[in-house]
Antibody, heavy 122, light 106 residues
Framework: EVQLVESGGGLVQPGRSLRLSCAASGFTFDDYAMHWVRQAPGKGLEWVSGISWNSGSIGYADSVKGRFTISRDNAKNSLYLQMNSLRAEDTALYYC???????????????WGQGTLVTVSS | DIQMTQSPSTLSASVGDRVTITCRASQSISSWLAWYQQKPGKAPKLLIYKASSLESGVPSRFSGSGSGTEFTLTISSLQPDDFATYYCQQYNSYPAFGQGTKVEIK
C-alpha cells in the first residue's frame, strides 16, 4: 500500500524558514518523480514544486521560485521542501504527491499524503 | 500559463441526480486533463485521467469527456458519498487546477 507521510509543519514568523519532509513507503521510491502541492485554508489546490526520480529535473511555481528548494534522498525514501523567506501567503496545508512517471512531466498525481500545515504569522 | 476555469462553483443536487461539472482550459491541452475529488479534511483523490479514463477502483457512475479546451465530469446518479469538492487539473505542462466545484446536498 502506498503511503506518504508529511511532517515538519508548524507556526513560523514571516521571513523565517521551515523544512518539510515526506516519508514514502509501499512503492519503489526512486522510480518516480515527486511533488509538493499546497492548499490555503478554504481555497483550491496549487502546485508548488516537483523533482524527477534522480533529481535531474526540478521545477517550481513562480510564487515560490528563489525561496523554496525541493530535494529528495532515494536511500531514505524521503522528499523534502526547504522553505525560506516565508510569507503570510505561504500559509497552507502542504501535500506530498506521487506521480506515475520518473520525469517531471506529465504531473498526474495518483497518490497524496494527508498534508502538513504551515502557518506563517507573527 | 494555462488557466483552468470550472463551472459552476457550487452545485446543489439530490441523491440520484445526474450531475455535470464543466472545465475549460485557456488553450488546448489535448486530453491531458484529470479530475479529483476532495472531501473535507482529506487529501484529493484521483478519479479520471486523460480526460475520460477511469482510475482503478472508482465507481462507474463517474465519467469524463472532452478534448482540447472543453471538458466535463458527469456523475450519472449522485450517491451520498459523492458530496464533495471536485477539481480539474491540466497536466500538459506545469499543472494548473480549476478553482473547484462544491457539490452539496439540495
Amino acid at each position: 500500500e502506498v503511503q506518504l507521510v508529511e511532517s515538519g509543519g508548524g507556526l513560523v514568523q514571516p521571513g523565517r524558514s521551515l523544512r518539510l519532509s515526506c516519508a514514502a513507503s509501499g512503492f519503489t521510491f526512486d522510480d518516480y518523480a515527486m511533488h509538493w502541492v499546497r492548499q490555503a485554508p478554504g481555497k483550491g489546490l496549487e502546485w508548488v514544486s516537483g523533482i524527477s526520480w534522480n533529481s535531474g529535473s526540478i521545477g517550481y511555481a513562480d510564487s515560490v521560485k528563489g525561496r523554496f528548494t525541493i530535494s529528495r534522498d532515494n536511500a531514505k525514501n524521503s522528499l523534502y521542501l526547504q522553505m525560506n523567506s516565508l510569507r503570510a501567503e505561504d500559509t497552507a496545508l502542504y501535500y506530498c504527491a506521487k506521480v506515475r512517471t520518473w520525469e517531471l512531466l506529465p504531473m498526474l498525481f495518483d497518490y497524496w499524503g494527508q498534508g502538513t500545515l504551515v502557518t506563517v504569522s507573527s | 500559463d494555462i488557466q483552468m476555469t470550472q463551472s459552476p462553483s457550487t452545485l446543489s443536487a439530490s441523491v440520484g441526480d445526474r450531475v455535470t461539472i464543466t472545465c475549460r482550459a485557456s488553450q488546448s491541452i489535448s486530453s491531458w486533463l484529470a479530475w479529483y475529488q476532495q472531501k473535507p479534511g482529506k487529501a484529493p483523490k484521483l478519479l479520471i485521467y486523460k480526460a475520460s479514463s477511469l482510475e482503478s477502483g472508482v465507481p462507474s457512475r463517474f465519467s469524463g469527456s472532452g478534448s482540447g479546451t472543453e471538458f466535463t465530469l458527469t456523475i450519472s446518479s449522485l450517491q451520498p458519498d459523492d458530496f464533495a469538492t471536485y477539481y480539474c487539473q491540466q497536466y500538459n505542462s506545469y499543472p494548473a487546477f480549476g478553482q473547484g466545484t462544491k457539490v452539496e446536498i439540495k
